[in-house]
């Protein structure tokens, strides 16, 4: 991959970060031995061109549907593209996923799964190799949160065997797991364990 866009995040995960105009998420790589695994597109033209650029075959994963998660996937060329229920709706096209998450060892371990939401309902989140928890905007409110979203979504993200959580379109992107689950229990002003 060209490197030269992209910033490092551990061993196996690059990305190019968040844009404010136009408003573009992060666009997270993650390099397994036969392809690269993209999770969300963006929006911007800078993503656009190095989504363009990758020397192997892509998989797209999106988080959810938002443009600014979005957008680039018409200008790309894509082995397959995986998509939560809402997403797959409205973009009508997509895999949604069969099971509650899926395995893809591809050199890194992946696993992709379903996960409650206060931002969007059939949002995906993507764990690689244990480490790294992918979150795309799963935890930012639209509006005020609905409490029971609110509490399944942390009792989900709980149960993941992770070490890191990681959240788009923030400079401070990566949270300690304890750490996180305590953030996001407070700023929701969840009351139950």
């Known amino acids: ?66 443009k600014d998660h979005t957008a680039n996937l018409s200008a790309l060329s894509y082995e397959r593209l995986y998509v939560g229920g809402k997403t797959r709706q409205l973009l009508k ?17 992946l696993e992709l799964r379903r996960c409650p939401s206060v931002h969007e309902n059939g949002s995906l989140i993507l764990t690689v190799n244990r480490e790294y928890t992918l979150l795309g905007d799963l935890i930012y409110p639209r509006g005020e949160p609905d409490p029971s979203k609110a509490t399944a979504m942390l009792k989900e993200l709980a149960s993941i065997d992770t070490d890191w959580f990681v959240v788009s379109h923030r400079k401070d992107k990566v949270f300690e797991k304890t750490v996180f689950l305590r953030m996001v229990k407070q700023t929701l002003s969840i009351t139950q364990p």
């Open 1 to 66: 991959m060209n490197k030269t866009e992209l910033r490092q995040l551990g061993d196996w995960i690059s990305y190019i970060p968040a844009e404010e105009e136009p408003l573009s998420s992060d666009v997270f790589l993650i390099e397994g031995e036969r392809y690269i695994y993209a999770y969300d597109v963006g929006s911007s033209q800078r993503a656009g061109e190095q989504l363009q650029s990758l020397p192997k075959p892509l998989i797209v994963m999106l988080s959810h549907f938002h």
């Open 93 to 109: 096209q997509g895999e949604t996923l069969s099971e509650d998450r899926i395995l893809i060892q591809d050199g890194p371990l």
